[in-house]
């Protein structure tokens, strides 16, 4: 399960066959896709929700929300998925194929597994790779979501948008179901996740962290209740 408010989010990454879209031919290569998203909630373009606004600016039009006005959904995971959650650093600045294509790069095969290198040491390397990326494209003229939703909005803007990126993977390592049943098969000690986390700036985005460890509490607590 995940509960999210504003314009953070997070991805669900999967290594396999990629479902068919928009009519497309049929492919039996393995790549890494996005398998599950978290919507962005904003009052309008670059006005999230946020819970503390009414308190600093008590006569907005862009009035603060409560945490009942999240968005929250369950998400089915298997063995071998990744969570990236993320800051709107990230979301405006990296377009999904580009996310899709780093770690298709890094890891055409899947997740390595000759020993060369620990998987902390593997997810540090991946998520430090996605930070630099979309630190990257912040602060240059690629076009970018940021832009393009700019754009669709009737404002004029060019490439990225300079903001501090946080950003933490995890690895599920258990299958994970909102169906309890598969869970049955998988006691709490064998549940492992390996975070790691990347952040360019010098302050902290609580709101990513708070989405991520709901999160884990959710699961945590779906599988000791099993």
Known sequence: YFYNIGDSGLY??????????NGAAASSTKEWFIRDYTPKQCHSFNFPFQQEE????????HRSFKPANGSADSLNVQAGDLCLVASDGLFDNLWPNDLTGLVN?????????????PLPQLLQDMV???????????CGSTTTPFENDALQN????????????????????CAVSCNKEPLTTCPIDMFTI?????????????????????????????????
């Open 12 to 21: 669900i990454l999967r290594y396999g066959v990629p479902p068919v879209k």
């Open 54 to 61: 009414a308190q600093k600016r008590p006569r907005s039009p």
């Open 105 to 117: 790069t890094f890891w055409k095969d899947g997740i390595p597994t000759d020993g060369e290198k």
């Open 128 to 138: 430090n790779a996605i930070v630099g990326v979309t630190l990257k494209y912040s």
């Open 154 to 173: 009737g404002y004029k803007y060019q490439g990225g948008k300079p903001d501090d990126i946080t950003a933490v993977l995890t690895l599920f390592q």
């Open 194 to 226: 390996v975070v790691i986390t990347t952040e360019e700036t010098t302050a902290a985005h609580v709101d990513v962290l708070f989405l991520f460890l709901l999160l884990l509490g959710l699961l945590l607590g779906l599988l000791s209740g099993s």
